[in-house]
Nanobody, 123 residues
Framework: VQLQASGGGLVQAGGSLRLSCVST????????VGWFRQAPGKEREFVSS????????SYADFVKGRFTISRDRVKNTVYLQMNSLKPEDTAVYYC?????????????????WGQGTQVTVSS
């Protein structure tokens, strides 16, 4: 497994979780990284992405102001801090490593994917 996502769980609405994405790939620190999510019966959708050095970030409109993406290049880890969680945030969250170094919105721009971590927000 080259990317490992963790940190999911069950939380009440309004609560917080921090997801982590750790990579064993030596070049991970040179790539953009993204988070996507997929709810039951829905297509996978973009959540957030970060450039290779953390200097640029991108968010889906539905998480702006609530989620924050960051990375620690020394630890080869990307984080997704999720605050003010809503029941509609319930999904499996996936991290992915992009082919390039910049932020990417399209899933086709990513070539390595983690296994996903379940986030469940109760009302």
């Amino acid at each position: 497994v080259q990317l490992q996502a963790s940190g999911g769980g069950l939380v009440q609405a309004g609560g917080s979780l921090r997801l982590s994405c750790v990579s064993t790939r030596r070049t991970f620190s040179n790539n953009g990284v993204g988070w996507f999510r997929q709810a039951p019966g829905k297509e996978r959708e973009f959540v957030s992405s970060i450039s290779w050095n953390g200097g640029s970030t991108s968010y889906a409109d539905f998480v702006k102001g609530r989620f924050t993406i960051s990375r620690d290049r020394v630890k080869n880890t990307v984080y997704l801090q999720m605050n003010s969680l809503k029941p509609e945030d319930t999904a499996v969250y996936y991290c992915a490593s992009a082919r390039g170094s910049t932020t990417q919105v399209m899933s086709s721009s990513y070539n390595y994917w983690g296994q996903g971590t379940q986030v469940t927000v109760s009302s």
